[in-house]
């Protein structure tokens, strides 16, 4: 029990340099420390606590704080959040400041080129991605059609269309 | 480099400093906004659309790179916001502000589940909303793409990286490891192009 601050600064200060592609990447590896190796909960908790966090808003890495709890009460949240945010966060800073810096570079202009038709690509594929997840029926395709049409062509108030969205849910016809 | 080149098409983005508050109000913002998902096209709706804190260019490419870097994405992306505004106290704002509501939200969720054994009961709902928010991503890159999907390479660029990371569900560094520096050198040729122009 007393190790485990020490275990959780470790295990997602780690985690938190090693997740290249964001925190789903780690997630496996989060899963195996949490339950197999440091025992500070059951299977079906982390499974309960991945979706406990991916229900609330915000970026959904914040499982950490949620098995920082678990392990060591509200300072143990406390520590699994700050061992999660810092390490990358100080790695991206540097990134930026270095990235600002030559903002006047022909490279600089030369990667933001380059790389606009390959983010676009990729936030497709994160719409793939998700939506092989989240729609389950045909109904939840036609859904996303839908909204997908309004929020491209109108200028109606996304916040509105969520809250018709989960009306729909909530009433079982998706 | 006596000579500076003038910019092509002056980007209409804000450039005055903006304050730590307001930095931190919008992550909030954002972060509450995205409950059911769709963070990264919120976050472009706000930080490009609505604020004008930046261009779609610079926005897309900041999200690239807080792709490739390690951690969240959207944390990334709240630090590079931050610092490029207010340095390393912005970025303190901007991902304390994506953060903390969220934290409190997600810790009471748990404290109800680890002491009471209550499981929210938001399925249904989050379906819904999931459905909806996969159409708000997917409206983001209708939008960007009409603008930098014109040229016929970007587009070759853009549904190979579709492709890879979304059909075949390839890793991401080898996406990129594989795509970008084609794109970059074309990036290094068209900007070359366009300044003779100018």
């Known amino acids: 029990m007393k190790y485990n601050f020490l275990h959780i600064i470790y295990l997602f200060g780690s985690l938190s340099i090693l997740s290249i592609g964001g ?45 920082g709890y678990k392990a060591a009460g509200y300072a143990g949240a406390l520590v699994a959040t700050l061992a999660m945010l810092i390490p990358a966060g100080l790695l991206m800073y540097v990134i930026t400041r270095f990235w600002q810096s030559a903002s006047e570079a022909t490279w600089h202009h030369a990667v933001e080129l380059g790389l606009a038709p390959i983010a676009i690509g990729l936030v497709f594929a994160s719409g793939y991605v998700v939506s092989k997840a989240a729609d389950h029926s045909w109904r939840a395709y036609v859904l996303t059609a839908i909204a997908t049409v309004i929020f491209w062509k109108t200028k109606i108030n996304p916040l509105i269309v969520m809250g018709i969205a989960a009306l729909i849910g909530y009433f079982g016809l998706v | 480099m006596s000579e500076t080149v003038p910019p092509i098409d002056a980007p209409k983005v804000v450039r005055d400093k903006i304050s730590l508050w307001e930095l931190g109000k919008t992550f909030n913002d954002i972060a509450l906004m995205s409950f059911g998902g769709g963070l990264s096209a919120w976050s472009r709706r706000i930080i490009v659309e609505v604020k004008g804190w930046m261009d779609d260019e610079e926005f897309l490419s900041a999200l690239t790179l807080c792709r490739v870097m390690p951690g969240a994405n959207q944390v990334n992306l709240a630090v590079y916001v931050g610092t490029r505004f207010r340095g390393i106290a912005g970025a303190i704002a ?66 190979l990286a579709f492709l890879g990371a979304g059909l075949l569900r390839m890793p991401l560094l080898l996406v990129l490891g594989t795509l970008a520096p084609l794109a970059i050198w074309w990036g290094y040729r068209k900007y070359l192009a366009t300044r003779k122009k100018a």
């Open chain 1, 23 to 67: 925190g789903n990447t780690v997630l496996p590896e989060m899963h195996r420390k949490s339950v197999d190796a440091y025992h500070w909960m059951t299977d079906k908790q982390f499974a309960d606590v991945f979706a406990i966090s991916q229900a609330a808003p915000g970026p959904s890495i914040l499982i950490v704080t949620l098995i």
């Open chain 2, 94 to 159: 901007t991902v304390f502000g994506l953060c903390l509501v969220p934290v409190l939200i997600a810790l009471g969720l748990a404290v109800a589940y680890f002491h009471y054994n209550a499981v929210p009961d938001v399925e249904k709902i989050l379906k819904g909303m999931a459905a909806a928010a996969v159409g708000l991503t997917l409206s983001m890159g209708l939008k960007t793409g009409a603008k930098f999907l014109k040229d016929p390479i970007a587009l070759v660029f853009g549904v």
